[in-house]
């Protein structure tokens, strides 16, 4: 019991590891997206 729990442990704590990274890699993506929308956004105001 107790073997097979520290086996388990570390895949989690990988697996929790890999959703932060993804979950930073979209925050980024949506961050970026935004940003160049407002430059769009900005360049037709100014034309």
Not at 5 to 19: A, E, G, L, V, Y
């Amino acid at each position: 019991m107790s073997a097979s729990r520290s086996r388990c442990q570390p895949s989690s704590i990988k697996t929790s590891i890999n959703s932060n990274i993804q979950n930073s890699i979209k925050c980024s993506m949506i961050k970026s997206m935004r940003y160049q929308l407002i430059q769009k956004v900005n360049k037709i105001k100014t034309q």
